[in-house]
């Protein structure tokens, strides 16, 4: 005599599928409040920048090439034929800090096309709606950037570690670099988006940063001292955040005299009017 069917449940004995289990996952995840909101969208934005980075890393290697080439060839060459004075220090040491700053700065100054491109695939659009403050969206992007040219400062200080630069292995030092690199790709990064936010087009976006790329970095204490240069170069150089980034870096890594608390003053305020002046004009660039 066959058995008669057992009887349907009326509910669930797993737990896991339980109406208990089912009601936490109804239950949205709880919002953070206060003070904890900003850096939790400047990390969750800066995450999803580094995420693209995971997919297409050709970037990182062919930015690392024009740094490569300046320290064989410029550095090489100048410190055979010692044109430039640089206070006893071999010119390719003293080269080596402001390629570290140009190359964070090449990869930060063409951020606003980015940018761009998110208004015209309608992503920019969909990021405003949500709740996330523009000044956490601009410094999301601001510090993804930094750390994009940290890896690429990791590159360099490779390559001029292989061409004998005496540099320090300091780990506090080395700290100290990496701060200074991602405050000056954060700062010219949002130099970058303020452009975008008033020009609104690739094109033109792409014309004015290779019009003032060369400009800056040469109007900076990169390739020779402050001090040989023409009077008027150097009221540019002072007020040139490139300037204070070099030398906080030549400082850390040669251990030569550097203006230490000014430097790293001067590129937070950079910073900070940075990210207050891109975010100020997001919203005209996604109109």
Not at 5 to 20: I, L, M, N, R, V
Not at 24 to 43: K, N, S
Not at 179 to 185: E, Q, T
Request: proline share 6%.
């Amino acid at each position: 005599m066959s058995e008669a069917p057992a009887a349907p449940q009326s509910e669930s004995a797993d737990p896991a599928t339980g109406p208990g289990r089912l009601d936490l996952l109804l239950v949205p995840p709880r919002a953070r409040t206060g003070w904890r909101v900003l850096p939790a969208r400047v990390v969750a934005m800066c995450v999803v920048e580094l995420q693209k980075l995971r997919h297409d890393r050709t970037e990182l290697y062919t930015r690392a090439v024009q740094p490569a080439l300046w320290l064989l060839v410029f550095g090489e060459t100048f410190t055979r034929i010692k044109a430039i004075p640089t206070g006893g220090t071999p010119y390719i040491d003293y080269l080596a800090p402001g390629i570290i700053a140009q190359s964070a700065m090449f990869i930060a100054i063409f951020y606003g096309i980015m940018i761009i491109w998110e208004r015209d695939a309608g992503i920019l659009t969909k990021l405003l709606v949500t709740p996330t403050p523009r000044s956490a969206l601009i410094a999301g992007k601001a510090f993804a950037s930094g750390v994009k040219a940290l890896i690429q400062a990791v590159v360099v200080i490779v390559i001029a570690a292989l061409l004998g630069v005496a540099m320090t292995w300091n780990p506090l030092r080395l700290l100290g670099v990496g701060v200074a690199v991602v405050l000056g790709s954060a700062f010219f990064s949002c130099l970058s988006m303020t452009i975008a936010g008033i020009v609104l087009t690739r094109d033109r976006l792409m014309g004015i940063g290779q019009a003032i790329t060369m400009p800056l970095f040469f109007a900076s204490n990169a390739l020779y001292p402050v001090a040989i240069m023409p009077g008027w170069l150097q009221t540019v150089s002072r007020i040139n955040p490139l300037s204070y980034q070099v030398d906080a870096l030549r400082g850390l890594l040669l251990g030569t005299h550097a203006h230490l608390a000014l430097d790293y003053t001067v590129l937070v305020v950079a910073a900070v009017l940075g990210i207050v002046a891109a975010s100020s004009l997001l919203g005209r660039l996604a109109r």
